[in-house]
């Protein structure tokens, strides 16, 4: 269940992340760290669609600490944006509040997903 959660939430944060790059690159006029954000912050829910069709349990694995990865990258992107002033703290807590709420959710799936692993 929490699987689909996670792939419901991840498009959604993916969605906001391109609006906000369209936002950064067309009224800020950023665009070296906003392509930065733009391709960790949709990285995360195209690994979790690929694990989906993960080929084994520690491919699966794999794949969602990859996302995990893109996640965390993703956060770091949006303090360098908001500390630099391009990003308000308004949207810069809405949207980094998403992107913590996916991290948790993949850290969770992960350490399930290993400990039923060493289960099999």
Do not use: P
Not at 77 to 84: A, F, I, K
Not at 90 to 106: N, R
């Amino acid at each position: 269940m929490e699987e689909k959660t996670v792939k419901y939430k991840s498009y959604a944060f993916a969605l906001r992340i391109i609006k906000a790059y369209k936002f950064l690159s067309s009224e800020q006029r950023e665009f070296v760290l906003s392509k930065q954000l733009l391709r960790s912050g949709t990285a995360v829910g195209a690994l979790i669609r690929e694990a989906e069709h993960a080929e084994s349990k520690a491919d699966f694995i794999h794949k969602m600490s990859i996302a995990l990865k893109e996640a965390n990258e993703a956060e770091y992107w949006l303090m360098l944006l908001h500390d630099s002033e391009f990003i308000d703290n308004k949207s810069f807590s809405s949207i980094t509040s998403d992107c913590q709420e996916l991290i948790k959710m993949l850290v969770s799936i992960i350490k399930s997903s290993k400990e039923n692993n060493k289960k099999d």
